[in-house]
């Protein structure tokens, strides 16, 4: 058994799995509106029925969007209100700053853990990752945690999962390995999850089927998932193990819709430190903050890190300095007012 000190007290080391689900919010229980009501994924349905509900809006007008929102979800700041607006697709000069100043997974680094993104990338080489025109969130994340992203060779040695489970969208990049089940993908991220101390994985082909309005890619990729979300469950049957999901914001849970919702998003926790997380966050600003509480470390990780005003406005852009911890500490308080607590597809 491993163990870490606080003070004289031996504390058990918890490893976690973590799943970000892009686009998939709280709907309506009605199957004729919401995929996810409809009675063909028990996996999911099971996780989201003991889900907290938790907001996505972030106090800002106008429907959540993916950049600020999973910047919000990886460094426990308000970027909505940072920028004072949701920002769609890939994170711009001042949200990418604001990542690489602290996150989720370099704070984990910064105080001694083991932690992994465990996605893979299919790079032409082991450079291309640093020439990303437009990486993503969890990119950045990574890159300023770890210095490099996985790539085709963690793949192929089973210690990364590419996004969509299977491989099949690589056929068109020229990849011609096997195809995967989503149930070998998610025991390839389980060996991996199971070494690590904390492990990302994000998966958005979610929010990308949502968008296209398509009924039978969803259902497609809703089965994937599951299938995919029902070997992962195991992870936390184990002690010290826990297993956490949540989203960005609302969209593949209305169909009435192509969009993202205002819906709020689900925070799933199963096994050691669930019961006191589901009880504490109340949005997407409380998760980092949250699960680093079960990592404790020298530094003192909290909504007011006083060290982030010292993010400077971005070049060209029209966002005037902000002092983050502020601009937290109102928000919090926001989404706290406003959040609801409600179970989902009892
Ligand atoms: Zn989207």
Same mark, same amino acid.
């Given at each position: 058994m491993s163990s870490i000190f606080i003070g004289s007290t031996p504390r058990r080391r918890i490893r976690t799995l973590m799943v970000f689900?892009?686009?998939?919010?709280i709907g309506l229980n009605d199957p004729r509106i919401n995929p996810l009501a409809r009675p063909c994924f028990p996996n999911l349905r099971d996780l989201l029925r003991n889900a907290v509900s938790i907001d996505a809006t972030l106090g800002v007008a106008g429907l959540p969007q993916s950049a600020t929102g999973q910047t919000t979800l990886l460094t426990g700041v308000n970027a909505a209100q940072l920028v004072r607006r949701h920002v769609e697709g890939? %994170?711009?000069?001042?949200l990418r700053a604001l990542i690489r100043r602290r996150n989720l997974l370099s704070e984990m680094v910064t105080r001694g853990y083991r932690a992994a993104f465990a996605n893979a990338y299919y790079l032409e080489d082991s450079d291309a990752s640093a020439r990303m025109r437009h990486p993503s969130v969890t990119t950045v994340a990574a890159l300023s945690a770890?210095?490099?992203v996985r790539d085709a060779a963690h793949m192929m040695r089973q210690e990364a999962v590419y996004q969509d489970l299977t491989r099949e969208a690589l056929r068109i990049r020229g990849y011609s390995g096997p195809l995967l089940s989503p149930?070998?993908?998610a025991r390839h991220l389980l060996g991996l999850a199971k070494r690590e101390d904390f492990t990302l994985f994000e998966y958005f082909q979610t929010d990308r089927v949502a968008h296209r309005g398509n009924e039978t890619e969803q259902i497609r990729v809703l089965d994937e998932l599951d299938r995919f979300l029902g070997v992962? !469950?195991?992870?936390?049957?184990q002690r010290d193990r826990l297993f956490v999901l949540c989203s960005d914001h609302g969209n593949l849970e209305d169909s009435r819709t192509s969009t993202?919702?205002?819906? %709020?998003v689900p925070f799933v926790a199963v096994g050691s430190g669930a019961k006191r997380l589901k009880s504490r966050v109340r949005s997407l600003i409380d998760v980092t903050p949250e699960l680093l509480n079960l990592y404790p470390g020298h530094a003192c990780f909290s909504l007011s890190w006083p060290a982030a005003s010292r993010v400077q406005k971005a070049p060209n852009?029209?966002?005037a300095k902000v002092v983050i911890g502020d601009v937290s !500490?109102?928000?919090? !308080?926001?989404?706290r007012n406003s959040s609801t607590r409600r179970t989902v597809l009892s």
């Open positions: 689900i892009d686009g998939l919010g890939f %994170p711009g000069p001042t770890f210095g490099f149930e070998s993908a992962l !469950r195991s992870f936390a049957k993202h919702t205002m819906n %709020p852009s029209t966002v !500490r109102k928000s919090s !308080r926001v989404t």
